[in-house]
C-alpha cells in the first residue's frame, strides 16, 4: 500500500481498519504515514519522503523519489504481495502499478488522476497498470466508462467521517475567540513552497480586514513544525501587531470555529464543505508549474468544489489572481450577504449528499473481491 500525502494517509488507514476487520492475517507494508503506521503498516519508506508540490517542489528532490521508487519495486517484484494498492499520488504509483501488474500482480489504484482536470493522456497508462481503479468523485465517471477502465466509484472518505454541522460556538471557546466576533480561518496550505507563495497574500487580506471592522479576528492552521515557524515569521515581517490565533495540526478544529474560511486549493476545501463553512478559495504555483498547467489543462476553475455541482459554487483566485484586492470582497460578501451565503452552503450540503457512500467499507468490498480471484 503506497500513499502520497496527508489526505491518502488518512485513506490508508481508513482502509487498513475496514480491512482487519473482515480478513484474518492482514499484512500491509509500503510507503506509509502516521496513521496508516498506527493501524499496523511496516513501513519500507515514510510519506515525507516522497512528498513534493508542483515541478519546482519535485526537480529538487527527482533523484530520491526516482531511487525510492525504484527500490521498492524491485521489493514488490520481490515479495510479490496478493495486492498492491496505490492511493493517490498517481506520478509515482502508475509506474510501479505497470511494472508490478505485467507480473501478474493484480493493482488497485484509490483515488483516480485528475485527467478530467489536466493531462487527459494519462488514461491510457491508467489503463495498463490498474486492475480495478477506485474513484472518489462522480463526475469522473463518464471518462472511465469511455476508457474502458473498470472502476468503482466509493465516494469521498471525508463525507462519511464529518457527520455533523460543527458546534461553532464550542470550537470558538476553544480558541479563546468571542462568539460575537467574526472568525476568519486562514489556511494557506500544507507544504513549504505553498505557504511561502500564499500566506503573505492571506495576512495581507487579514491586515486589511483588520483595519476596517475590528470585529474579525483570524485563526490560522499549518499543518507542519515548519510551516507553522514560517507562517509566523511571515506574520512578523508584514504584519507584527495583527492578532492571529496560529496553531499547528488543527485544521479541522480551525474550520469549525469559523465564520468564513480562506484557503489554499485541496481537500481542505472539501473538508470545510462538509463543515458547513463558507469557502474563498486562493492558489498560486511557481511560474513554470503555473505555465505547464494552462497548456495541459483542459479547465477553467481549479477546486473540486466548482466540479461538483452544475455551476461554479465558490470565488477562486488563482496566480495573478491571488490578490489581498481581490480575496477581501469575497469574504466580505460572505459575511455581509446572507443569501449568498446560505445559498453557497446548501450546494455543499448537496455535495455531501453525493460523496457520502461509506467510501472505505466499499473500497474493501473491492479489495476482497480482486483478493477472492487471485485465490488458487
Not at 513544525?225 to 507562517?231: S, V
Not at 481542505?268 to 492558489?283: D, M, R
Amino acid at each position: 500500500m503506497v500513499a502520497g500525502e496527508k489526505s491518502s494517509d488518512l485513506l490508508g488507514a481508513k482502509l487498513i481498519r475496514a480491512l482487519r476487520a473482515r480478513i484474518d492475517n492482514v499484512e500491509v507494508s509500503g510507503i506509509c504515514g502516521p496513521g496508516m503506521i498506527r493501524e499496523g503498516a511496516s513501513a519500507l519508506f515514510t510519506i515525507e519522503e516522497i512528498n513534493s508540490i508542483g515541478f519546482e517542489g519535485l526537480l529538487g528532490r527527482i533523484f530520491k523519489i526516482l531511487r525510492i521508487r525504484k527500490q521498492l519495486t524491485n521489493e514488490v517484484l520481490r515479495t510479490k504481495p496478493d495486492l498492491y494498492i496505490g492511493i493517490d499520488a498517481p506520478d509515482f504509483n502508475l509506474t510501479i502499478e505497470k511494472k508490478v501488474r505485467s507480473v501478474g500482480i493484480p493493482t488497485i489504484q484509490y483515488v483516480a488522476p485528475s485527467v478530467w482536470a489536466w493531462r487527459r493522456y494519462r488514461l491510457r497508462k491508467v489503463k495498463k497498470a490498474v486492475s480495478k481503479l477506485l474513484t472518489i468523485y462522480p463526475f469522473e465517471s463518464p471518462l472511465y466508462e469511455k476508457a474502458k477502465i473498470p472502476f468503482t466509484f466509493v465516494g469521498h472518505p471525508l463525507a462519511d467521517e464529518i457527520t455533523t454541522p460543527s458546534d461553532t460556538d464550542v470550537m470558538q471557546t476553544q480558541f479563546g475567540l468571542n462568539h460575537s466576533d467574526r472568525i476568519i480561518a486562514l489556511l494557506p496550505g500544507s507544504r513549504v513552497n505553498e505557504v511561502k507563495r500564499i500566506a503573505p497574500v492571506f495576512i495581507k487580506a487579514a491586515a486589511r480586514l483588520r483595519e476596517n471592522n475590528s470585529s474579525y479576528k483570524f485563526a490560522a492552521a499549518l499543518a507542519t513544525d515548519e510551516t507553522h515557524h514560517l507562517f509566523v515569521q511571515i506574520k512578523q515581517d508584514i504584519a507584527p501587531h495583527l492578532s492571529i490565533k496560529i496553531s499547528r495540526g488543527n485544521a479541522p478544529e480551525v474550520i469549525a470555529a469559523s465564520d468564513v474560511v480562506l484557503l489554499a486549493s485541496g481537500t481542505v476545501a472539501l473538508e470545510s464543505a462538509f463543515f458547513q463553512k463558507p469557502v474563498v478559495v486562493a492558489y498560486r504555483l511557481s511560474g513554470f508549474s503555473y505555465a505547464l498547467i494552462k497548456i495541459l489543462s483542459p479547465v477553467k476553475l481549479y477546486s473540486i468544489l466548482n466540479h461538483l455541482g452544475e455551476s461554479p459554487v465558490v470565488p477562486e483566485f488563482i496566480q495573478s489572481e491571488c490578490t489581498s484586492e481581490r480575496i477581501i470582497p469575497e469574504i466580505l460578501k460572505i459575511l455581509n450577504d446572507d443569501i449568498y451565503r446560505e445559498n453557497m452552503i446548501s450546494q455543499f450540503r448537496k455535495f455531501k449528499t453525493q460523496l457520502k457512500r461509506d467510501a472505505s467499507s466499499r473500497a474493501t468490498d473491492e479489495v476482497i473481491k480482486i483478493l477472492h480471484d487471485r485465490k488458487p
